[in-house]
């Protein structure tokens, strides 16, 4: 019996037991799946509440999402409701947004996007008419790239090099080569037609001018299944899912750091927290950012894939400056979400990937939830999060003395376009940077998304959900198969189901 097996028995209850380190949407996605393959499952937290990057920021009456805010693919999350013999809509108020996004470009011209077909050809055509079928045929070929990346990959595990070569005629043929933005240019001719086509790779971490155009099924993905709000905010997924867990019997402990992953050999045997407890478990999920696990939680001795070098070579997604803020009074005209476009697209992408370097300008997504649910506001107030994407800490900018300088150049922008009179206006405020990914969320590099979702970084190449070198030890979330955002973390989990067995295996 091993020193872990004699201080930490099993406890009474006599079902496998599966910790989970981490509270993101992976982590409570994978409590539900395991906890309804009989697994007794307890989960870890550091922090003092659940969420993880949707963690929820209270102050001055005001509720700020810390993030993410936009929920696509609404049964991936109403699945998790009906394992647990319940339905969704019994606990969440779920909203469709229209539009989806204002698009505000540089010269101040605005695009509604949603999904309606004749309504973005009549908005196109006000752009460029010939771009109007360019749209459609870019939809048809988005749809077909969802067939393949999503409905076929996103679920599926990439244990072997052959699941990857099985499915590349099909990536070939839809020529995934290309990048998203080269998609979008193929299709599209009028330059703010194709920033409008090719910017939601930054929502997960990636380079619309490297990333895989694999990505580009994001704008069928959206015409398909919406773009929606949980009323309560994003936080309320949150709690809607911790009571499904609650509900199944497992255990969450928060303020509990794990230090390390106990292995006997190369067997993951359960966890020893930072305060020394151990605790035992048959199998452990790691929700924390994927290359973190592996350089922290992991002895190097039994790392023959994921080694400090290679974490050391491996590019890591940009990170975020986030402007949570409070007003005094409600900006009516300003949508749920808008997107506002600085003067540069392709030149200030590079500056934040490859250069690393604070630009002067930059791009902005504008989140306004109480256009859609006052409540998340003292009365005649607004709530808001304005965020930035911005190199990560390898950049080397000193955040403890720039975070002011930069939010105040982003304050004067929103009053100069669309929020008048800002600064005399903000009642509450906050402020997250990448020293809060590093230090707050322990990603490396302060990398808001975990490693770049770059090709050579994707499917088979990134971290595998079942870990290539340790038993019993399983990864979800950002940084692992498919990727960030709602729908990859929530799939991260998904694919459980195949790749951790039985729960009488373990009996």
């Known amino acids: 019996m091993s020193e872990l097996q004699a201080t930490a028995p099993r406890a009474a209850d006599s079902r496998p037991h599966a910790v989970i380190i981490g509270t993101g949407y992976g982590g409570l996605a994978a409590a539900i799946r395991l906890g309804a393959r ?8 550091r922090l003092d509440a659940p969420g993880g ?44 947004m229209d539009p989806f996004y204002r698009l505000r470009y540089d010269d101040g011209s605005t695009l509604d996007y949603n999904g309606d077909a004749a309504d973005m050809a009549r908005q196109i055509a006000r752009f460029n008419p010939a771009d109007v079928e360019g749209l459609e045929q870019f939809i048809k070929h988005s749809e077909e790239t969802y067939r393949i990346g999503f409905e076929e990959l996103a679920h599926k595990p990439f244990n072997d090099f052959s699941d990857m070569m099985r499915v590349a005629p099909d990536l070939m043929r839809l020529q995934c080569w290309r990048s998203v933005y080269g998609m979008a240019a193929k299709y599209l001719t009028d330059p703010r037609l194709r920033i409008a086509q090719s910017f939601h790779p930054l929502f997960v971490g990636g380079n619309p001018f490297k990333v895989t155009a694999v990505y580009s099924m994001i704008a069928y993905l959206e015409r398909r299944w919406g773009v929606h709000f949980a009323m309560g905010g994003t936080g309320s997924l949150v709690k809607g899912l911790v009571g499904l867990i609650e509900g199944q019997g497992s255990t969450i402990r928060y303020k509990t750091e794990v230090e390390q992953i106990t292995l006997d050999g190369k067997r993951a045997t359960g966890v020893r927290l930072k305060s020394g407890e151990l605790i035992a478990a048959d199998i452990v999920v790691s929700n924390a950012d994927s290359a973190w696990t592996y350089r922290n939680l992991v002895p190097a001795s039994v790392r023959r894939t994921w080694t400090d070098a290679k974490l050391d070579r491996a590019r890591y997604s940009m990170s975020l400056f986030v402007w949570y803020f409070g007003t005094k009074k409600r900006y009516e005209d300003v949508k749920h979400h808008t997107i506002l476009f600085g003067p540069r697209y392709k030149e200030l992408v590079y500056d934040i990937f490859e250069r690393k370097v604070l630009a002067e300008d930059f791009s902005l997504y504008l989140y306004r939830p109480t256009a859609t649910d006052p409540s998340m506001a003292p009365e005649g107030c607004d709530s808001f999060y304005v965020l930035s994407p911005v ?26 376009t669309i929020l008048p009179d800002l600064e005399d206006n903000v009642v509450t405020s906050l402020m997250t940077t990448p020293l809060d990914f590093q230090n707050r969320l322990l990603s490396i590099h302060g990398a808001a998304f975990g490693l770049e979702p770059a090709l050579t970084q994707s499917a088979w190449f990134r971290p595998h959900n079942k870990s290539e070198d340790v038993e019993n030890l399983y990864l979800v979330g950002a940084g692992t198969h498919p990727g960030a955002g709602l729908p990859g973390v929530i799939s991260s989990a998904r694919v459980l189901d195949t790749v951790v067995p039985d729960a009488a295996t373990f009996r």
């Open 38 to 45: 009989g697994f007794r499952v307890t989960m870890l937290e």
């Open 53 to 96: 990057r949707g963690y929820v920021h209270h102050k001055d009456g005001f509720t700020f999402d810390a993030g993410p805010t936009i929920i696509t693919i609404p049964f991936l999350f109403e699945e998790l409701w009906s394992l647990c013999g319940k339905k969704m809509s019994d606990d969440i108020d779920l909203r469709p």
């Open 391 to 416: 190199p990560h800490l390898q950049s080397g900018v000193d955040w403890t003395t720039q975070a002011e300088p930069y939010r105040r150049k982003i304050a004067k922008y929103l009053s100069d």
